[in-house]
């Protein structure tokens, strides 16, 4: 319920009241109540631009945040969330404070970066349950240090502040807020703290200790390497967080990784970007490599990489996919970390010790049974099997870790794991789960992942289920009844995440025995990463495919990639990648059909789609509103607003 206009609320309002809050970061501030009982995520949700919610999911769709006391229960959805934060401090279009129902490192994360390096900042304070219902009762409020005095307006709070006698409490201070938390550091944390390290090691140390004393961590914890999701241009705001880290001496103290990037490095004034986008996203790039991150990674699939992490390794890595792929399928361990943090903790080389980093946090609480479903449908779906499953499993999950069990006596690649993976991390808030029989934490059977405990609850997953999560996906098919035929697809989009190279093997070989050529209104486009490239190269896929017409796009991948890569001219395109076919309608504004690999292929020959399996239709009057609940669709704005920052 949204609680952002007087015309909305109780039509008896209550006498204004005084609120004590935990400052996350202090301040000051004083303006209208902007209230919402539904998270937000400011990456996807919030116009970085004008300060507008554009998430049309959101209650408070097409509201300005900008001003207001923004009262909001918690983040959700991307990472990146701390980027559009910066953005807006820096553009002056930020709440003037936000009031929060639990702490949230990745929503404070952007202010603290302002404050930290910027000397911008806004109070953010946590109200826990009762508090933050309490001040969705206000239209106005004022904030000052651990302290919110909320009335029916301006007038009412300024008679209550007069009437209080005694002065509010002053904001707390970064350094006070450090000094007063659980957060204990080693000798050589508090010198690099303290500018033994050289300043950027200051900076980033300090970021990092700020940010895990909102996550309540009693210390940090060593890691062996980091893949920074942060090198991704959103605004010029990120460009001076990384080129000031890097003028202040920054070097990664581990090593380090890069996300795909928001262009092709080598070809992207040939594939027609516009030096808006290109020249500062490159710049993006070259800050990180400066700080000694690898040339040889940006990529969305770190894990293909020969520097993959191994079992039990503490690591720090952004990006959902890789993290979901890291925690679940390597037995490495990672939280989803907020955007500018990864390259902190790769500076100082120390992660928060908390989260999934615990042994106790990775145990299963749900069981996930697919086999009933698998048993019906499995032979019916080929290589789309698992990230239609990953979807729906995501959805089921939510914040839980579940272990996904009937599976047991089915070999499941690498290939498909990595697709359940990037499908399961689309919708799921949670940074991972096990497969029994299959991830190294639920081997030999579920109870491992259960650690001897029974589950909060076991759900079946039926073949409408799988149907719903399916056509959620398939989201261009205008209805069962149209006629495939007349549903014409002009681009196939291949790798999202990037190809591996057995996927590379798998894809020269249908278009190899392909009966036909690509049909002149189609193009095929497959992004992956430059180590994976070489090894297709060398093993003669990359020829095949390329003479038959499939164009390779290295350093980036299809949750960047807009105009002129998508044709200008085109209406739909068809994937296999279920991370892409639920991000795709709000980056490119087309029509996506989702469908196996072979099927793409297909419809690189026919410029049409083949239809989904029979059994969806089958489904049909089954299936639940995927596409409408807020699970599934809370990055759809995120790729809109992508689109639309990009292109400017």
């Given at each position: 319920r949204t609680?952002?206009?007087?015309?909305?609320?109780?039509?008896?309002?209550?006498?204004?009241?005084?609120?004590?809050?935990?400052?996350l970061v202090g301040g000051a501030a004083e303006g209208e109540i902007l209230h919402t009982d539904v998270g937000l995520s400011f990456w996807g949700g919030v116009d970085p631009l004008d300060g507008t919610v554009i998430d049309h999911t959101h209650p408070l769709h097409r509201q300005c945040i900008s001003g207001k006391v923004l009262a909001v229960p918690n983040g959700r959805g991307s990472c990146t969330g701390s980027q559009v934060i910066l953005e807006l401090i820096l553009n002056g279009i930020a709440p003037a404070a936000m009031l929060l129902r639990q702490p949230d490192a990745i929503l404070s994360l952007g202010v603290i970066v302002a404050e930290e390096l910027f000397g911008k900042s806004i109070p953010i304070l946590n109200l826990g349950v009762e508090g933050f219902a309490a001040v969705g009762?206000?239209?106005?409020?004022?904030?000052?240090?651990t302290v919110v005095l909320a009335g029916a307006d301006a007038a009412e709070v300024e008679a209550m502040g007069v009437a209080r006698g005694a002065a509010l409490p002053a904001a707390t201070t970064p350094d006070e807020l450090l000094a007063t938390s659980r957060l204990q550091l080693t000798d050589e944390e508090r010198d690099m703290l303290g500018g033994g390290g050289g300043k950027a090691a200051a900076v980033a140390m300090r970021i990092l200790a700020r940010a895990a004393t909102i996550d309540g961590a009693p210390n940090l914890l060593p890691i062996t390497q980091a893949h920074i999701d942060g090198c991704t241009y959103i605004g010029p705001g990120g460009l001076r967080f990384a080129q000031t880290l890097a003028s202040l001496g920054g070097r990664v103290a581990v090593p380090t990784t890069l996300n795909s990037n928001s262009v092709d490095r080598r070809r992207w004034q040939a594939l027609g970007v516009s030096p808006s986008l290109g020249d500062p996203a490159f710049a993006l790039g070259d800050a990180y490599l400066a700080m000694g991150c690898s040339d040889r990674s940006f990529t969305c699939a770190p894990y293909l990489l020969d520097s993959a992490p191994g079992l039990g390794e503490q690591i720090a890595w952004g990006e959902s996919n890789a993290v979901v792929f890291a925690n679940s399928v390597l037995g490495a361990r990672t939280q989803k970390y907020a955007d500018y943090l990864d390259i902190c903790m790769a500076i100082t080389g120390r992660a928060p010790n908390g989260g999934v980093h615990l042994d106790e946090n990775r145990v299963a609480t749900v069981v996930l049974d697919a086999g009933p479903l698998a048993a019906a449908l499995d032979a019916t779906c080929a290589d789309a099997f698992f990230p239609a499953l990953g979807y729906l499993c995501g959805l089921r999950s939510e914040a839980r870790v579940p272990v996904v069990v009937g599976l047991e006596g089915r070999a499941v690649s690498r290939d498909e794991l990595k697709a359940f993976s990037a499908a399961f991390g689309s919708t799921a808030s949670v940074a991972m789960f096990h497969m029994a029989g299959h991830t190294p934490e639920a081997m030999p059977d579920k109870e491992a992942a259960l650690g001897g405990r029974e589950p909060a609850v076991t759900i079946e997953l039926t073949p409408a289920d799988l149907a719903g999560a399916w056509r959620a996906l398939d989201s261009g098919r205008a209805s069962d009844a149209a006629a495939d035929a007349a549903d014409p697809v002009q681009l196939v989009a291949l790798g999202n995440p990037h190809l591996s190279l057995s996927e590379c093997e798998t894809l020269a070989g249908l278009c190899a025995n392909s009966a036909a050529p690509i049909h002149a209104d189609v193009s095929v486009v497959a992004t992956l990463g430059?180590?994976?490239?070489?090894?297709?190269?060398?093993?003669g896929h990359v020829r095949v495919l390329e003479d038959f017409g499939v164009q390779f796009v290295n350093d980036t991948c299809w949750c960047m990639l807009t105009e002129p890569v998508v044709p200008v001219a085109s209406d739909a395109l068809i994937t296999n990648s279920a991370k892409y076919a639920h991000y795709a309608p709000g980056l490119v504004n087309r029509r996506v059909r989702f469908n196996t690999m072979a099927a793409c292929v297909e419809a690189a020959t026919t410029a049409r789609a083949a239809p989904p399996p029979s059994w969806v239709a089958l489904h049909g009057q089954q299936r639940r509103s995927y596409a409408t609940s807020a699970a599934a669709a809370r990055f759809v704005p995120l790729l809109r607003m992508a689109s639309r920052v990009l292109r400017r």
């Open positions: 609680l952002s206009r007087r015309s909305q609320r109780d039509t008896m309002a209550p006498r204004a009241e005084e609120l004590a809050g935990q400052e009762k206000h239209a106005h409020a004022k904030v000052q240090g430059r180590q994976v490239y070489d090894e297709a190269t060398a093993a």
